[in-house]
């Protein structure tokens, strides 16, 4: 059986294949369909390269013991078998031996040469594979250059991820848009869709490659439109200063939409990075918030230091001052703090401001007004002096500490309870009359009266309100009478 080896070739040129991998394909076709027509999965096929001449042949080796746990081709046969079928077909040149170091020779003369690890042959006739045999290669064959083509798709496109990509609407399945990019199709999912976004089949669109797949169905570029790329690379087509470098983008954020925040900065000093990218009048951040179908657009300027860049970030809210707040994790986040009239330009429609400055400085963000602040500076306080004026309680108040020992503790100088918080157990046992057992309970006193006061003063505060009224009451009682 002879095959063509141009029309090959040719086939290959027109699908952008490699001629060897439609030379493995189509052997590998003929030999599914030569396994099913001779009910002999050891039968494999090969084409000369030049004449395209196909021979199929059954492979087996020269084995001692059969493995009945393999299954991987090529079948094994006994020493014995093998001198059997080379007696019984040899004479006819239909079974050759292929010895061990790969030289193939005729079979007769060297059967009792044969030896364990060489291969028998047994040559088949490559015709009347029959309809179903060559239905089944023509499948194989269809399959192995589909895969063919869907792996120059992805080694084509692979390099490419994060490019900006231009394509027509096509078609639109389950909510999910296909794209065609002239050469392949391409899918933006219903997630990388914008929500402010509206399509029409036949209209252009431009959009980001987010990822190639090899997935066997489907198209398998998948394409975004909510990805910050795509803000990256409409800036660097609009901007000449940010496509040449001298201007350049250190992050993007993007709510799809509806907002999104830009900051640069420039390597040159006479060049203002912020004024570049918005254009004269505006024109240049405009046309991409065109594309964008008017999303939102803050370019601000870019800075190491962290504070600045965090007030420049929360723009167009003007920040009073920003703390850095450093937690036990290793985590850092940012108190900012900002006048009330601006607390809620700051914060941003649903949390939006915030919540992209946040993502575009990577740490968390915590906005508070003026007012708040002052009311838990006011609240510390009042605590902190609450607390100095607990440790001035005289030990004869603190509940735990009896009469007896207040005046050994007396005797030796500790009379208030910042006195005794000062000393430790074993300072205290020290004290004539008192033990170390009797030291570590009356440190535990002090302690928990320091950590939870009785609502003494509260009731005192209460008492003396009620007091008052009372006292206003009968002046009231006694006016009227």
Known sequence: MIIDPSVIRQVSREKD?????????????????????YHDK????SIDRKTGEMTAYSRRTVVEELDTESEEPPPQILLDEARELIGKHGTKGDVRILRSSGVEGES???VAELALGDEIRQYREPVGLGRIAAQTAKQVLYQKVREAERDNIYNEYFPKLGELMSGTVKRFERGDMIVDLGKTEAIIPRDQQSRAERYGQGERIRSILYDVHRNPKGPQLVLSRTDPRL???LFEMEVPEIYDGTVVIKGAVRQPGERAKVAVRSRERDVDPVGACVGMRGSRVQSIMRELHGEKIDVI????????????ALAPAKI????????????MSLDCVVEDDQLSLAIGKKGQNVRLASALIGMKIEIKGESEVKGEVAEALSRMLQASRRRQTPLAEVPGIGGK????????????????????????????????????????SARAFEANPPAEEEGEAGETDENENISETAEETTVGE
């Open 17 to 37: 294949i490699d001629p060897e991998k439609m030379f493995g394909a189509l052997e590998e076709a003929m030999s599914s369909a030569a396994r099913k027509y």
């Open 42 to 45: 050891a039968v494999v096929t």
């Open 108 to 110: 007769p003369a060297e």
């Open 231 to 233: 803000l990256i690379r």
């Open 301 to 312: 300027l870019y800075s190491e230091d962290l504070i600045t860049f965090a007030q420049n």
């Open 320 to 331: 009073t001052r920003v703390s850095p707040i450093h937690h036990e994790d290793g985590a």
């Open 405 to 444: 020992t207040v005046e050994k503790l007396a005797e030796a100088g500790i009379t208030s309870l910042s006195e005794l918080l000062e000393k430790s157990a074993e300072e205290l046992a020290e004290i004539p009359g008192l033990g170390q057992k009797s030291a570590e309970k009356v440190l535990e």
